[in-house]
């Protein structure tokens, strides 16, 4: 039991998973559900294709979906157009049910629920793959025990056109609330983004935290703005005081969010310091690293 996540955003994908993983419904463990894999980076530096590809999945044997992912991206990592990609990676899942299909017993054969982004040179696909069904989704889908209140939050929020940034945030709520309200979804909420025009991976966990702490806070305050905003018996002084009340913890909240992130980004670089890296990171966290070299730059 999980929830698992993709949306489509203005230029890339996010996915979002959470890490529980129920075991014959005796004991949970956490254990990470969503997978990112990128072509080498010294492969990109001479000229090669830029790809990177996301998986999450949802289902009852989870190394059934480690094989689904691991034949996937083998099938699709030596290709050089997106399209052609996209198809091997359709191609591998088709096949590795034909195949496993004629192995296991009838009626034992594992259900499992995929989702996945592909992005490569400026396009970017999102995917799922309900059993070896593949199907191109164009705004966002929601897997796993969490898709009602995930399915529900996403259809409330996402709108298309969305940034990276808000689709990380909207991704960082829904698995806030089906942590909290759905039994069967916990753990660590993890989220990667693909970007057609910039860095891709997995979002640093100090930030999703952040993020989702803000979250936690806003949400319960902004119930008693949504009861003030309809209350006409609430004059309008009252009614300004009390949003000037909610923003004043907004504000508060936000400054808190980037204080964090500010201690976070200097043990950072202190750590960095210490291999003698130079460390360039987006507001997400995904770094472009380059190791000094003291002859080249004749120290």
Known sequence: MTVVGGFRCSKGIVLLADTQETVGDVYKRNVPKLRFEESPRAYKSLGGSDLAVAFCGATNKG??????????????????DIDDVCEAIEKSIEETYRHYG?????????????????????????FTAHGPEVNRQ?????????????????????????TVQQC????????FQTKEHVNGCGGE????????????GKVDSQRVESITKNLERADAELGTLLLASSNLDLGDKGFRNETKRVYDF???????QKEDLQRWEQF???????????VKRDSLG??????????????
């Open 168 to 175: 990380v945030i909207l991704a960082a709520y829904i698995l």
């Open 286 to 299: 995904l770094e472009s690293i380059q190791e000094e070299k003291d002859e080249e730059e004749g120290k």
């Open 102 to 126: 004629t192995i296991y017993q009838p009626g034992y054969m594992p259900d499992a629920e995929l989702i996945y982004g592909v992005k490569m040179n400026g396009s970017s696909r999102l």
């Open 250 to 256: 907004l504000k508060l909240w936000r400054d808190d």
């Open 138 to 162: 164009e705004k966002y889908c929601i897997g796993g025990v969490g898709t009602y209140l995930g399915g529900f939050l996403a259809e409330r929020m996402y709108t298309e056109g969305l």
């Open 63 to 80: 190394p059934f979906v480690d094989k689904l992912v691991d034949r996937a991206w083998v099938a699709g990592r030596n290709e050089s």
């Open 268 to 278: 950072r670089r202190s750590f960095d310091s210490l291999y003698g890296l130079t």
């Open 189 to 200: 909420s993890h989220i990667a983004v693909l970007r057609e025009d910039g860095p891709s």
